[in-house]
């Protein structure tokens, strides 16, 4: 447990991060949006199935109009995702027990930007860990990872009764112009913290090094 002055100043710091982060990925939304009647024409012109193609065209009505509900579902859930910065390891351990559809949805939206962004992921997780005093023992954990903003998405698409079939179909549409565009967020995040101070673990020895 931190003490109370490094506590409040981990929280207004992480909180920084995590808003920040927040609000950069509401735009990535926006151009999700922009795109999103154009790669559904793709989607729905791509296949062969006839019923696949007919739910592309009523899920650009749908998603149309219900826009702001799904933003704004979106947003509250990565909102409520900021107090994990502060867990406990104990906390943050995955429920044991085989994947729902679902999840295996997320774990499989996130898989190439875990990947692709694991280096700064990486080097986020060890800064923020010394900020909380907790890293997490996996960067899927992050508040802000892949994993996580997949989830938020799912979530927000469940909480508006979209069908498991209709977000297998929006979701490469997500991946491609959310989760793909995620590598200059999590590099602003990385700075943020760095110029905080934070350094990671390699950093650390090189500066005891060159003060021996």
């Known amino acids: 447990m931190l003490p109370k002055d490094q506590q409040t100043d981990a929280i207004a710091t992480l909180g920084t991060v ?4 927040t609000q950069a990925l509401l735009r990535l939304m926006d151009g999700f949006y922009s795109n999103i009647e154009d790669g559904l024409f793709e989607l729905a012109y791509r296949t062969e199935n006839e019923e696949q193609r007919r739910r592309c065209f009523d899920l650009m009505r749908e998603l149309r109009f219900r826009r702001n509900s799904l933003v704004q579902s979106f947003a509250r859930v990565m909102d409520r995702y900021q107090d994990r910065w502060f867990q406990e390891p104990a906390q943050r351990a995955p429920a044991e027990g085989e994947m729902d559809p679902l999840e295996r949805l997320v774990m499989r939206m996130a898989e190439k930007s875990t990947a692709h962004f694991g280096g700064v992921l990486q080097q986020v997780n060890e800064r923020a860990g010394q900020v909380s005093g907790n890293a997490f023992s996996n960067v899927r954990d992050l508040p802000i ?6 989830r938020a998405f799912v ?3 469940r909480s508006l009764k979209l069908d498991t ?3 297998e179909i929006i979701q490469e549409l997500f991946s491609r112009f959310v989760l793909d565009g995620l590598g200059l967020l999590y590099g602003e995040c990385n700075q943020y913290l760095q110029d905080k101070g934070c350094l990671t673990e390699l950093e650390s020895e090189r500066l005891a090094t060159r003060r021996a």
């Open 18 to 21: 995590h808003h920040g982060f």
């Open 145 to 150: 990872s892949p994993t996580q903003v997949s």
């Open 155 to 157: 979530v927000s698409c």
């Open 165 to 167: 079939d209709s977000i």
